[in-house]
């Protein structure tokens, strides 16, 4: 019987991540902390050496350019400014030029936005985006409600794999689910494909039934919860991402027992009245 408390030993291994935590202190408003925890004990589990760097006004460029996996978490529409004045100084292109290349990245909510081409927020002038992914997301006005509750979407794969690299997910494994709260409306433009579609749930704008978005091996996501504890399928294939374009070699990640956190998302989803 394998083990439920993941209390896997760590073998021997040649790999290693640095995973770049943007802005920590300026962007984490709904525990998005935990995505990190889980992409940093998934690994440990495998024996993968892991450092997780964050990424914030002190970060020099040189330090950038290190970085294997990038993630970054929610934030308000006044953080999110600051957040793109410094990001503006340089590191927006690095950033930029990361992904372009490959770098697998995890954005959610607000740093999608931001990661857009532009953002337009409820009061204030429209803020630029660094220009990652082909979006652009408008605040309705302060009259109109937030997009707000539990979702649960169906995973679009065939965006994941398009580019012929990794294998199909596991068996059961072909949803997300969590929370959603987000004022922002975001439109996908033609080098962006939709992450998922929306079963229960508002998505990207609540009315097109998208949910996040993908390109090259970047993920974005209205979803916290926060996302990957509940949906670590979505985090192993983040990893695999990371250590094929670092090491450049296909990669078959070690499996996990994961039935409680299969269980958890189907316990939700059944609350949603799904039947998964």
């Given at each position: 019987?394998?083990?439920?408390?993941?209390?896997?030993?760590?073998?021997?291994?040649?790999?290693?991540?640095?995973?770049?935590?943007?802005?920590?202190?300026?962007?984490?408003?709904?525990?998005?902390?935990?995505?990190?925890?889980?992409?940093?004990?998934?690994?440990?589990?495998?024996?993968?050496?892991?450092?997780?760097?964050?990424?914030?006004?002190?970060?020099?460029?040189?330090?950038?350019?290190?970085?294997?996996?990038?993630?970054?978490?929610?934030?308000?529409?006044?953080?999110?400014?600051?957040?793109?004045?410094?990001?503006?100084?340089?590191?927006?292109?690095?950033?930029?030029?990361?992904?372009a290349?490959?770098?697998p990245?995890?954005?959610?909510?607000?740093?999608?936005?931001?990661?857009?081409?532009?953002?337009?927020?409820?009061?204030?002038?429209?803020?630029?985006?660094?220009?990652?992914?082909?979006?652009?997301?408008?605040?309705?006005?302060?009259?109109?409600p937030?997009?707000?509750g539990?979702?649960?979407?169906?995973?679009?794969?065939?965006s994941?794999?398009?580019?012929?690299?990794?294998?199909?997910?596991?068996?059961?494994?072909?949803y997300?689910?969590?929370?959603?709260?987000?004022?922002?409306r975001t439109?996908?433009?033609?080098?962006?494909?939709?992450?998922?579609?929306?079963?229960v749930?508002?998505?990207?704008?609540?009315?097109?039934?998208?949910?996040?978005?993908?390109?090259?091996?970047?993920i974005?996501?209205?979803?916290?919860?926060?996302?990957?504890?509940?949906?670590?399928?979505?985090?192993?294939?983040?990893?695999?991402?990371?250590?094929?374009?670092?090491?450049k070699?296909?990669?078959?990640?070690?499996?996990?027992?994961?039935?409680?956190?299969?269980?958890?998302?189907?316990?939700?989803?059944?609350?949603?009245g799904?039947?998964?």
């Amino acid at each position: 019987m394998k083990d439920h408390t993941h209390n896997h030993t760590p073998r021997a291994t040649r790999y290693a991540l640095t995973i770049g935590w943007l802005y920590p202190k300026l962007m984490s408003t709904y525990g998005d902390r935990g995505n990190i925890i889980v992409l940093t004990k998934r690994c440990e589990w495998r024996g993968i050496d892991v450092e997780v760097v964050p990424i914030d006004q002190t970060t020099t460029d040189q330090k950038l350019v290190t970085i294997d996996l990038f993630f970054a978490g929610g934030a308000q529409d006044r953080e999110q400014g600051i957040v793109m004045k410094d990001l503006k100084k340089g590191k927006a292109k690095i950033l930029k030029d990361s992904i372009a290349n490959n770098t697998p990245a995890l954005f959610v909510c607000g740093a999608p936005q931001l990661m857009g081409k532009w953002y337009e927020p409820a009061e204030g002038e429209r803020i630029e985006g660094v220009g990652v992914f082909d979006i652009t997301t408008k605040h309705p006005g302060q009259n109109e409600p937030r997009l707000i509750g539990n979702i649960i979407a169906k995973i679009n794969w065939t965006s994941l794999m398009s580019r012929g690299a990794g294998s199909l997910p596991p068996r059961g494994w072909e949803y997300i689910v969590g929370f959603e709260n987000h004022g922002g409306r975001t439109s996908l433009g033609k080098s962006v494909k939709p992450l998922a579609k929306v079963i229960v749930g508002h998505g990207n704008n609540g009315i097109d039934k998208t949910e996040g978005m993908v390109y090259k091996n970047a993920i974005g996501t209205y979803l916290h919860g926060p996302l990957l504890p509940k949906n670590p399928h979505i985090a192993d294939w983040i990893i695999q991402k990371a250590l094929e374009v670092k090491y450049k070699q296909e990669i078959q990640l070690k499996e996990l027992e994961d039935s409680l956190e299969y269980q958890a998302q189907k316990a939700i989803a059944k609350q949603l009245g799904v039947q998964l």
